[in-house]
DNA sequence: AACGAGACCTGGCAGC
DNA sequence: TGCTGCCAGGTCTCGT
């Protein structure tokens, strides 16, 4: 489910109903996520207040006067915000409850989410020390990614991807930002021209771009106690379609996999 | 430093 | 209907 642009998404969706709110209790019901919810979060976080929302790559940042807590999605997990409390499901591990009445809950089948607490600079914290720019900010352009890639002989579709070199681009995205640039996944890295890394980027943000825009549209849904994100309506190029036709060219999309992940791209628009 | 593989979990689906 | 195996939007950690 997570990628950036549904990040950003919740992230938007929740600013209006947590920012100045007072927590009343935190419940957690299963502490084992990807990393042990800290114990006495409750105790943390009862009679504080929200005072802003903020991302960072994927990590969800919810800042308190005393410290930051630090969520994130994983790989199925989603923040359902309810208007007042409902029965909890099998796989709904945290609830924060608010002075509204309003709660703002995870779930997340696979657990491979987080909920952790940061007392000091959140941006020092371990998780998020090492990333690298985020791709819609300036300091993310073909100038940083030829540099950073000089000396990669990976794949660029596994460059990409990780969260060192720039944070955000999922597995979805990654696909689909190459298609847009014309540029096969497989390519080693470092062989990339100035003009193509300038073509990557550029397009690396149009497409997390488009994807915000479409997730924006689709927010009611996608805070339904039970909605459907949008953007399994989005027309993807490439992701998803092997065997399909080529939307540009027609020729059938191809699927491999790189790094135990599966990759989507057209052999005859992408070299 | 860079890379690949394994790990963490559960649910859904195709195939038999 | 039931079982098996494979797949899934993330990313940290470890061994080479």
């Known amino acids: 489910m ?4 549904e990040v950003e998404t919740t992230l938007r969706g929740l600013v209006g109903p947590m920012t100045g709110r007072q927590v009343v ?11 042990p919810v800290p114990a006495g979060l409750d105790g943390l976080l009862a009679g504080q207040t929200v005072r802003s929302l ?10 308190f006067d005393h410290g930051t807590l630090i969520l994130h999605l994983g790989m199925s997990g989603r923040l359902c915000h309810l208007a007042q409390f409902e029965p909890p499901g099998k796989h709904d591990h945290f609830d924060l409850v608010f002075d509204s009445g309003a709660v703002v809950r995870l779930r997340d089948p696979r657990r491979f989410g987080a909920v952790l607490w940061s007392a000091g600079d959140p941006m020092g914290h371990p998780l998020l020390r090492e990333l690298g720019p985020e791709p819609l900010e300036a300091g993310f352009d073909g100038a940083y990614l030829q540099r950073e890639i000089r000396n990669r002989r990976c794949p660029i579709k596994n460059a990409i991807m990780d969260a060192h070199l720039v944070v955000g681009v999922g597995n979805i995205y990654a696909s689909e930002a190459l298609f847009r640039a014309r540029i096969s ?3 080693p890295a470092g062989k990339l021209s100035r003009a193509r890394c300038d073509r990557l980027a550029e397009e690396i943000r149009s497409t997390l771009k488009d994807a915000i825009l479409a997730g924006g549209s689709s927010l009611r849904d996608f805070f339904g106690a039970d909605g459907n994100p949008g953007y399994f ?3 993807y190029f490439v992701y998803g379609r092997t065997g399909e036709p080529c939307r540009i060219c027609g020729t059938n999309i191809s699927s491999i996999r790189q790094g135990q992940r599966a990759t989507f791209y057209c052999a005859s628009c992408q070299h």
């Open 185 to 187: 996944p497989k390519t």
């Open 2 to 5: 997570p990628e950036l642009p």
């Open 54 to 63: 903020s991302r960072r790559a994927k990590y969800l940042l919810v800042h």
């Open 233 to 235: 309506q989005q027309q």
């Open 25 to 35: 209790r935190a419940v957690v019901r299963n502490p084992a996520l990807r990393w």
